[in-house]
């Protein structure tokens, strides 16, 4: 018999010729080394067990540390933090005061919150340290695991953000895990909405901030907007840890954080065009559900254009012509809206506005919109007022804002299968860490049922039965629709339920923490509540907080407690007489990794607990994703009304759609990480920039450069490279340099000289310019001046810079045309960008040199310089114009209340603008002849 290789493991005897030789086809080689790696791993474990087991060593010198710590008084232990810091300072790392200092905060714990760190959680504190995901099923305390690496890297005083999903976690945690820092002798701050700029300062200054993901985002931009570093709230990033790093790292991560300011009102025309979409019939559009896009039918396309012509909507005959291109925009949101979008699914009417459902928590989002119109389509749609459309002023995708922190650690229940995904991104490992006790829940397989009537009428059925035994049931929906639905057929069975869903988030907390009592039912959609340990018999703070909340302190109140802790340890026992959590899921969600979150609620640290996932033909994961032939014909044919089908063959067949989908949505997600890093390369370089100019105390010789940059292209311009003086543009040169440099120069007059070439003239322009620019900048007090040279350039900065974001949008939902083209879009995108962010350059270039040129600046007194600025509204931030020096009034995103304090020193003059009275597009060739647009000449603001 012929061996393979040295390992002299024989091939099968259906794998061997008569002579001898092997017949093993390639397939059947894999089979066998597969084979040969399962046999490995039963012997020496997974990489993550052995992972996981290398790191005992250090959990055993954690341990060995204990008894000195364990006997230090409450001043030693706290003296502990000031021992640290001067190990650090003495050359020592962090991993060498590793060991000790989570002995500290083990110790620390157990005096403050009654708590002793389990050695699982120890090992889940080294992963986060060493900026890793540690992935812990329900109920094994990743808050409290949190504490270790979050104490051990705030020891540097650089700062550490703890990130979590909602408010409601930022300020629970702060204040429960707030304990055992303060009494190390750290600080601690939380960042919720309605903060003014000092109390943000404060909050990031101290030495754990808690926030979450959307509050941090935003700060970042809105300290890219400032005109000063005083201004600035956050700290130069050092390490975060993300809470629920799934959700908020994948699940989020779709969309960027966006700050905006209103544009124009078009309501007129969502309102038209909506009406003309609603007379519509189903052949003049093809919906694609599975990427959510609606498009004209070639029928539809004529039916549109007749309508929009009768409307007087449309120019020409022509839909698709390019002075319709805002029209087709219109268009084709309102279909979206009309088509696509669903009340109580994809959103609800809320106070007669549009609010947002989280597909992924069902969660209201209040103050998040849709972009680029979509929300004003959906608005006229429901017949309610119609906000006007923003631009985008600065954004940052959730991807590109974590990757700038040189540390990043992360905890969740489900991480593993998208462990290529935080790897490919992020560059973290998903180490899965071992329950404290075994997990006794049990995983039943799915129920299939011909329909959702037939699937709802059994799930009634099911949590009846259930509840009459006493056992708890948290039953999972997708959406508010479905979780009304299930609430209507509990009714009829007379089943006592809580119903947990977008639409009362705010009581969540309380409700899930209570979801493990004797015979409780909480339907809940998708993870509301996730981040609420659910603890059988109940949660002995919340009912405190519940039910004692008016009792003063005292002997009276004490007893109280200890009476409902009998209660709940009591009834702890007879939930698990009866079975423990009964987790019930309505239909399979596109990710796996959702499903588990809802199953992992049930059977924490080794409680009992059972889990079942109710599914039938009209769930949209089987109607969009699941094989027809597999399922439509077999269960059509072979179940009767109400019959049930359960199998593991099923079951699997549905978790290969669920792979389909995320790696669909994977590849959504690296397209948008691929668009936004060619944003970010450049968002950075405008940001670094705009950090030189506030750090620098004089920024003469930028502005100089810039000069000099501008002088030699308007000279390029009109004098080309290898031409003749006869070839040049000598009125068109005159004509910029008034424009530019508001000089009248003697250029005739040059042409005449014998030595004429280009460099002279450059010589000269720029010396006639720099002399007019001192001659300004000596006629004011050196300090304003500097100040108002600062104040231009970043206002200058910023307003291109806006008007590039908008450009670069538009670029980005037209550049997959240069698909049809053989052109790959993605590569197009990048040179366009490119091109795009030197033109920028050039005229913010050519702007500055414009402005200072003819600027008359006007000393202010102090009092006038230091006054209070008005109160910001909701998405608008605020610039001071360059011409006047006068406030635009705006304000910060819907995440912070205050003001921005801006630096207004001095005062200019307009340009004289002998257009004003005309009606002139701001994108049309201004009429004085420079070339420019409208916007960036005579009618610049």
Known sequence: MRLIGTNRVPLPPFLIDPSGHSQAPPYAIQGIFAMLAGLAKSIFGSSNE???????????????????????????????????????????????????????????????????????????????????????????????????????????????????????????????????????????????????????????????TYATNNELGFDYLRDNMKYSRDQMVQRPFNFAIVDEVDSILIDEARTPLIISGPTDDKSEMYVAVDQIVR???????????????????????????????????????????????????????????????????????????????????????????????????????EAVKIEPENQTLASVTFQNYFRMYPKLGGMTGTAATEAAEFYDIYKMNVVTIPTNLPVQRIDEDDQFYKNTMDKFAAIAKAIKEKADTGQPVLVGTVSIEKSELLSDFLNKEQVQHNVLNARMHESEAHIVAQAGRLGAVTIATNMAGRGTDIQLGGNLEFRVGDELADMPEGPERDAAIERIR??????????????????????RHESRRIDNQLRGRSGRQGDPGLSRFYLSLEDDLLRIFGPDTLFAKMMNSNLEDGEAIGSKWLSKAIETAQKKVEARNYDVRKQVVEYDDVMNDQRKVIYEQREDIMDADTVDDVLTDMRAETVNAIVGDACPPGSYPEHWDVVGLKQRVVEVLNLEM?????MDEDAVDPEIFEERLLAAADAHVAEKSGALDPDQWHSAEKSI?????????????????????????????????????????????????????EDVTRIVAYADFQERPPELIEQDLPELPDFLTTHFDPLTGEDNSGDFDAGSAGRIAGNAPFQTAPLDNPYADQLISRNAPCPCGSGRKYKQCHGAV
């Open 279 to 381: 007379q519509l019939v189903e052949g003049d559009y093809e919906k694609d559900e599975k990427q959510k896009t609606v498009t004209l039918t070639e029928e539809g396309q004529e039916n549109v254009e007749r309508l929009l012509e009768q409307a007087g909507l449309l120019e020409g005959s022509n839909l698709y012509d390019f002075e319709n291109t805002q029209v087709v925009h219109h268009v084709n949101n309102a279909l979206r809206a009309n088509i696509m979008f669903k009340r109580d699914i994809d959103y609800i009417i809320k106070d007669d506005k549009v609010v947002i459902i989280d597909e992924f928590t069902g969660r209201m989002m209040d103050g998040r919109r849709w972009s680029d119109g979509l929300h004003q389509a959906v608005e006229a749609k």
């Open 793 to 845: 350039l970043l206002q200058t900065l910023d307003h291109h810079w806006k008007e590039h974001l908008a450009t670069l949008d538009a670029l980005r939902q037209v550049v997959f045309l240069r698909a049809y083209a053989q052109k790959t879009p993605i590569n197009e995108y990048k040179q366009e960008a490119f091109s795009l962010f030197e033109r920028m350059l050039s005229n913010i270039r």
């Open 566 to 587: 009998g209660e709940i340890v009591a009834e702890r026992e007879q939930v698990k007489q009866v079975g423990g959590l009964f987790v019930l899921g309505t239909e």
């Open 50 to 208: 052995r992972y996981v087991k290398s790191l005992g060593k250090i959990v055993q010198k954690i341990a060995s540390y204990e008894p000195a710590i364990s006997a230090m008084s409450d001043e030693e232990l706290t003296g502990q933090t000031a021992l640290f810091r001067e190990r650090l300072a003495s050359g020592q790392t962090l991993d060498d005061i590793l060991p000790e200092a989570f002995a500290t905060v083990r110790e620390a714990a157990k005096r403050t919150l009654g708590q002793r760190h389990y050695d699982v959680q120890m090992i889940g504190g080294i992963v986060l340290h060493r900026g890793e995901i540690a992935e812990m099923r329900t109920g094994e305390g990743k808050t409290l695991v949190a504490t270790l690496a979050t104490y051990l890297n705030a020891i540097e005083g650089k700062g550490v953000h703890v990130v979590t999903v909602n408010d409601y976690l930022a300020k629970r945690d702060c204040d429960w895990m707030g304990q055992v820092y303060r009494f190390l002798g750290l600080t601690t701050g939380v960042i919720v909405p309605n903060l003014n700029e000092f109390e943000r300062r404060e909050a990031y200054n101290a030495d754990i």
């Open 746 to 750: 003697p250029i005739d007059q040059w």
